[in-house]
Nanobody, 122 residues
Framework: QVQLVESGGGSVQAGGSLRLSCVVSGSSMGSPCMAWFRQAPGKEREGVARIYTGGGMIYYADSVKGRFTISQDNAKNTLYLQMNSLKPEDTAMYYC???????????????WGQGTQVTVSS
């Protein structure tokens, strides 16, 4: 069974930065990609960025392109999301997930973490 534990969320002012981490334990075999999603109150969960676990093939949602960077450290079994130039509209609970298919559609996620809250004030 795969366990995902996110950390690194917090409260920042607009223009600030945060780095989220997601430690993966257990076997993620069969998951070709991992991703970050977010969900703001009253809104649907949306994909933010995904990465092929074999390296490369990175994709970002248009809303974060140029500001967020997804990366992984396979030696540490950790997925990261570096978030720069944060905006109030980035406020949400952020989740990491393993994917059954390399897509940012939430229905293709296999395992979810518990989430870490990011709050950006103007």
């Amino acid at each position: 069974q795969v366990q995902l534990v996110e950390s690194g969320g917090g409260s920042v002012q607009a223009g600030g930065s945060l780095r989220l981490s997601c430690v993966v334990s257990g076997s993620s075999m069969g998951s070709p990609c991992m991703a970050w999603f977010r969900q703001a109150p009253g809104k649907e969960r949306e994909g933010v960025a995904r990465i092929y676990t074999g390296g490369g093939m990175i994709y970002y949602a248009d809303s974060v392109k140029g500001r967020f960077t997804i990366s992984q450290d396979n030696a540490k079994n950790t997925l990261y999301l570096q978030m720069n130039s944060l905006k109030p509209e980035d406020t949400a609970m952020y989740y990491c997930a393993t994917l059954r298919l390399c897509s940012l559609r939430p229905e293709y996620a296999r395992d979810w973490g518990q989430g870490t809250q990011v709050t950006v004030s103007s």
